[in-house]
């Protein structure tokens, strides 16, 4: 088996692995102005997505622009988000260099779309290719591709530990070579079940005191893991910005979420914010949570609610998940003001960061490799990949950190 790293080796974003110079998985953006797509052209028989991010599906629509039709295959949720983060383009970026593919182009991957459920083999460009439930995102999949000779185990993003809307990864089917995300390598994850009694407690002493509390979340999990968490405590709560479509969305395919009937109380629980920023000022003025993309404060409804709360040193600004150097949500962070539509401002309302990842920590990560001790280790999507393969070396796995552009031979040794 062959495989060439055209995106997502020793980096984070724009993840793409052609195996056999037939067979593409995933086909990502890495988010930057401008973006950055993956290397060299490509023009795969099959393509194969391992879950519904920006980073794993967002240039697939490019793939498209050609005379070729490569059939595409993913799970039905991943399907849907890929089509929606794809028209979220098209509106920010359509017929711009920040956009690489037209609506033609999206309105082409419905057509060529094949999904399919957990552990259903299935035939792409000539390989043998099973799904396997990640328990990254609703739809999530790890990725066994068996071309005859070799069984090549892609992890992309997956979860040991349960969340609310998911369930963690216990798929660890037969391979002889693991290529293997490391997002969290060096990172030992708070437990879950501490982080959202602390975010919980927070956010009932703010509206307590009176105050508002700006959730900044994902849209693609984490806005629904947030309502979960705040239905679950009974915690006031408005959810506005992409979040709002993906939940629908979710709520079409129960079988891929941890607690479907749970899903559907968060969902009633919660207040879907469809009107103007007249309307989102009103709110503000609330006691309540509001649940909002972006997660980074980098666009979306947030640059509406952070600006109208941030006067009040009672008011509270949460962050979900980990801020991305140079974005919003990080500057905020250290030094207290970030830009809002062009204009940096200070924030005197608190802002407090949580980790509510849906990436296996180093632990998690060691978890399922201990059980692939006798398989080649590839380590891809991290930010440390070289030393974590070293790590890895040390503990006697035979592992390594393929470069951006590399082709590696593999085989069944052993
Ligand atoms: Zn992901």
Redesign the pocket.
Known sequence: MELRFLGGAREVGRSAILVNDSLLLDYGVLTDTPPQYPVGDVEPDAVVAS?G?L??VGAIPSLLSGSSRPPIHWTPPTRELALTLARDTLKLHGRTLQCPFTENDVRRVTQVSETHGYRETFEAAGHEVTLFDAG??PGSAHVLVDDGETRLFYTA?FHTGDQRLVSGTTARPDADVVLCESTYSDVTHEDRAVVEERFVESVETTLWEGGTVVVPAFAIGRTQEMLLICDAYDIPCYVDGMGTDVTEMLRRHPEFVRDADALQRATSHARFVTGRDGQRKRIADQQTAIVTTSGMLSGGPAMTYVPAIRANPTNKVTMTGYQVQGTPGRELLETGSAEFDGRVLPVSARVEQYDFSAHADRSGILDVLNDYRDAEILVNHGDRCEAFAEELRAAGFDASAPALGDVRELSAHR
């Open positions: 879950h991010h980073d794993h990254h995102i993003d």
